[in-house]
């Protein structure tokens, strides 16, 4: 049996768990895909991941397999679509986000060639590897052990609001890194740890 982060097997959801193992933490250089990954973690403000995870595929079709420049020409008629979709959150704010969010990261793509490029460049092209422990030397028992925010996911957050981006706060900028591989958070016992 393997040994995974605990956040990752205390809900029983297979989705979790095979995001877990598949996903999070592993890099990330594709724009396509890290623009889905800016908006879905931007979606989960103030709800659980599970949530997210659970109408991803909805997601894809409502927002066109996150295709930037698509989402960045969504007119009022298509935000009043995307807000009757019962398949994906419904929140006005975070759907104007989104559409807001696709202005901003083809600015960003102009600006450095790539969003890769931009947001791999904050750590020099190297992920961040992290020793998730309580701090007595046991393995982190569950997400409170891991921070939430660090310095550099205050940097890039300040930058991409900066930029004009939002839903992009600390917290959220943390879990894009998370989720992108731009930091290795996996418990030092899991299974994963060594292979991202």
């Not at 097997?9 to 594709?30: A, C, F, K, S």
């Not at 807001?100 to 590897?129: H, T």
């Amino acid at each position: 049996m393997k040994k995974r982060c605990y956040w990752s097997i205390y809900r029983t959801n297979e989705l979790m768990t095979q995001y877990h193992d598949e996903e999070w933490g592993v890099p990330v250089h594709d724009d396509r895909h890290l623009f889905e990954v800016l908006i879905l973690d931007g979606a989960q403000a103030g709800l659980s991941w599970s949530t997210i995870i659970n109408k991803r595929e909805n997601y894809r079709r409502a927002f066109d397999n996150f295709d930037v420049r698509k989402v960045a020409k969504y007119d009022a008629k298509k935000v009043k679509e995307l807000l009757g979709n019962a398949g994906i959150v419904r929140n006005k704010l975070k759907i104007a986000s989104a559409v807001r969010n696709a202005k901003v990261f083809i600015e960003i793509q102009k600006e450095f060639g790539s969003f890769d490029k931009y947001i791999w460049g904050f750590v020099k092209g190297k992920p961040i590897v992290n020793n998730p422990s309580t701090g007595s030397g046991q393995e982190a028992k569950s997400m409170k052990d891991i921070p939430a925010t660090t310095e550099l996911s205050d940097t890039i957050s300040k930058d991409l609001k900066k930029r004009g981006m939002n839903f992009v706060g600390s917290t959220i900028v943390y879990a894009v890194m998370q989720t992108i591989g731009l930091v290795n958070d996996h418990e030092v016992g899991c299974f994963r740890y060594k292979q991202v």
